[in-house]
């Protein structure tokens, strides 16, 4: 079946614009995701959704930053005024359920953001 | 933080069973042992999880102490394809994952 789906694979934007990354989750899967990686080093967790709700948004660096899930399926990862610091790979993931000690989390090929 | 250790790097001969090594000293009795690889420009990929026993699916066998200190992921017959960075995580009912830098295995043909 299909996997998790991000788009763009790559965006490259000037430092101060705004940008939407999008994700599609595996079909059913209720919770979603989002991390952000560096050149280098693992994957740093943003944001999960469970549904259509953040259930845990701790890890988004400031208030540029903001996702959305409205319909409980798609979620966008939101980013204003960017920053050349802001450059990363953005991975989404998906998984059956959520905040269970067996959950296997299932993850895109990421979209690389470059701020210029 | 990340709560396991891993070697930055290890090479492996193609063909030769690659023996990934976690160190996981602080893992509490409900945390589980996770392992995720990741090829070059691809997302992290799961390969295989247990609690206390051993393990084996189709990619790995995953071996775990009897103190839970620390697990091995062990690749029976590493191919040029199981080049990777691989991720050991330990993680608890309502925890995220927390990726720490890796291992980096290079299989050599």
């Known amino acids: 079946g299909a996997g998790v789906s991000q788009t763009p694979s790559n965006k490259v934007t000037e430092k101060g614009k705004y940008v939407e990354l999008r994700c599609d989750p595996i079909?059913?899967?209720?919770?979603l995701y989002w991390y952000r990686q560096s050149l280098g080093q693992g994957p740093e967790f943003l944001i999960y959704?469970?549904?259509?709700?953040?259930?845990?948004d701790s890890g988004l660096p400031n208030d540029r930053f903001f996702a959305v899930r409205p319909e409980g399926s798609v979620s966008t990862l939101k980013i204003q005024r960017t920053e050349r610091g802001d450059s990363a790979v953005y991975l989404c993931?998906?998984?059956?359920?959520?905040?269970?000690?067996?959950?296997?989390?299932?993850f895109g090929a990421g979209t690389r953001l470059s701020v210029l | 933080d990340a709560k396991t250790t891993q070697p930055p790097s290890m090479d492996c001969a193609e063909g030769r069973a690659a023996n990934l090594p976690c160190n996981h000293s602080?893992?509490?009795?409900?945390?589980?042992v996770y392992w995720y690889r990741q090829i070059h420009s691809q997302g992290p990929q799961y390969i295989i999880h247990?609690?206390?026993n051993n393990e084996t699916n189709e990619m790995a066998s995953l071996i775990i102490t009897e103190d839970r200190k620390s697990s091995t992921l062990i690749l029976p017959h590493a191919t040029l394809r199981d080049t990777a960075v691989y991720y050991c995580?330990?993680?608890?009912?309502?925890?995220?994952?927390?990726f720490g830098p890796g291992t980096r295995l290079s299989v050599l043909p």
């Open positions: 993931a998906s998984s059956e359920t959520g905040g269970r000690a067996k959950n296997i989390q299932y």
């Open positions: 079909s059913g899967h209720t919770a």
């Open positions: 959704f469970q549904g259509t709700g953040a259930a845990d």
């Open positions: 602080t893992i509490s009795g409900n945390e589980y």
């Open positions: 247990g609690l206390k």
């Open positions: 995580i330990v993680r608890d009912y309502g925890q995220n994952f927390v």
